[in-house]
């Protein structure tokens, strides 16, 4: 009844466990399945740790010359077996898909350790592609950047590719279709980032924001409605995914799968079973025999116009010129 097909995979339903420290480890994973989420997508490989694992080895190393240039391949290399080997023990450990997950900036390499989590096993690999725009440059010159990452890393590969984006892209839907025609075969709507606050009187950094609240979904909702309606790759919800309700308006609105993360963090990942039970009694008792049937019943109700709006306009007016 909850089938649904993402990335080309048949998952049995659309919950799925989103990169996080809840799937870093093979027990983390072992339990999610149990608990009947339909994949997971692993804890992302980031090039960010990369680097500073090289840098700090530098600062405290007597290493010779010699030694310190072959050093970032030998660091670089460690951080990809010990990936490698998580996805062989998921793929062994695991009946559900895996998806792979890095998180790259620069050009240079990804595709090859893209090439070695293929041959390793993931069932798909998502790319965690951000960077705050604080240099002087512009939308279309980053963004640039990243459709030639992204292309060259699907070149490299034979499973799907799914990119996660930031939700703060000036023309997302442009930024979307130029993903597509790279080969993407999914789009994860959207990243949520860390938001640093401090102390006024220490200066310490706080960590405050680490968790997104029920009522946050509503972006990833109006991209999910508008990016639905005329793209052909697979949709997953992702940000503020908490409740039964919000689960089943992304499907509505064009989701393939949702995306759960600070959900299972503040209830326990027990909550799925919960989840699950309720979108099949939505489905039952509103006689749906699928959750593919409700998304096609709502495609003729839920309009474009709706998701475009920015104004208060009276939400009446437009009801009498859409009739
Ligand atoms: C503790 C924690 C760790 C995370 N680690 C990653 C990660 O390694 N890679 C990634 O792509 N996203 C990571 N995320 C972001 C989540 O995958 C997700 O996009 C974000 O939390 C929004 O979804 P939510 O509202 O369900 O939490 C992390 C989130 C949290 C809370």
């Known amino acids: 009844m909850l089938e649904t097909n993402y990335l080309g995979l048949k998952l049995k339903n659309p919950l799925v466990a989103g990169s996080s420290g809840l799937t870093a480890t093979i027990s983390q994973l072992r339990d999610l399945e149990k608990q009947g989420l339909a994949a997971v997508v692993l804890k992302s490989l980031f090039e960010e740790d990369i680097y500073t694992d090289f840098n700090n080895e ?42 792979a997950s890095i998180n790259c900036t620069s050009t240079h390499e990804w595709a090859y350790f893209a090439s070695m989590i293929e041959k390793a096993g993931a069932d798909a690999l998502e790319l965690n592609i951000y960077e705050i725009p604080f240099h002087q440059t512009s939308a279309s010159e980053s963004e640039q950047r990243h459709i030639h990452l992204v292309r060259q890393i699907i070149d490299a590969l034979n499973i799907p590719v799914a990119v996660k984006i930031s939700p703060y892209h000036t023309s997302t839907a442009n930024f979307c279709r130029a993903l597509e025609q790279a080969g993407a075969s999914g789009i994860t709507l959207f990243n949520r980032f860390l938001s640093p606050d401090f102390d006024p009187q220490t200066f310490s950094f706080k960590e405050k924001n680490k968790y997104s609240h029920p009522e946050e979904y509503y972006h990833t909702l109006r991209w999910t409605a508008l990016l639905g309606q005329e793209s052909e790759v697979s949709l997953c919800a992702s940000c503020g995914i908490h409740e039964t309700d919000t689960i089943l308006k992304m499907i509505a609105a064009g989701a393939s799968a949702c995306q759960l993360v600070s959900v299972l963090y503040k209830n326990g990942i027990g909550i799925t079973g919960r989840i699950l039970e309720e979108m099949q009694n939505f489905l039952h008792s509103n006689g749906y025999s699928s959750l593919r049937e409700y998304q096609t019943a709502a495609k003729k109700h839920l309009k474009l116009e709706y998701f475009l709006r920015s104004q208060f306009v009276r939400l009446k007016n437009l009801e009498e010129s859409l009739k």
């Open 58 to 99: 530098i600062a405290n190393s007597t290493r010779s010359d010699e030694e310190l240039d072959t050093l970032d391949i030998k660091i670089k290399h460690q951080h990809l077996d010990e990936y490698s080997k998580l996805i062989r023990e998921a793929k062994a450990a695991l009946k559900i898909p895996v998806i």
